[in-house]
C-alpha cells in the first residue's frame, strides 16, 4: 500500500526550498541597491553591503539542499513499498 501526500501536507525539504527562496529574494534585493549607485552616478556603498549580496548564492544553496532531501525522502518511500 503506498500512501501519497496531499497537497497541502509538508514533505521533507520543503522549509528548506521556502526559506532558501526567501533568502535568495534578499540577495537579489541587495544586489539591486548595490548596483544602483553604479548606474546612478552617486557615492557607492562601503564593502560589507557587497557581501550580503552573497545572500543569493548561500539562498540557492539552502534551496538545493531542500531538494536532495526531499528527492531522499522519496527514494527512501520507493525502497520502503518496495520491500
Known amino acids: 500500500m503506498t500512501v501519497t501526500p496531499h497537497c497541502d ?6 522549509g528548506l526550498v521556502k526559506a532558501g527562496g526567501i533568502v535568495f529574494i534578499a540577495g537579489a534585493v541587495a544586489t539591486l541597491a548595490t548596483m544602483a549607485p553604479l548606474f546612478l ?3 557607492p556603498f562601503p564593502p560589507y553591503a557587497w557581501a550580503v549580496c552573497m545572500l ?3 539562498g540557492f544553496a539552502i534551496s538545493a539542499a531542500g531538494v536532495f532531501r526531499s528527492a531522499a ?3 527512501r518511500a520507493a525502497r520502503a513499498s518496495q520491500a
Not at 9 to 14: I, K, L, M, N
Open 9 to 14: 501536507e509538508a514533505r521533507p525539504g520543503d
Open 41 to 43: 552616478d552617486v557615492d
Open 73 to 75: 525522502a522519496q527514494r
Open 56 to 58: 543569493m548564492g548561500v
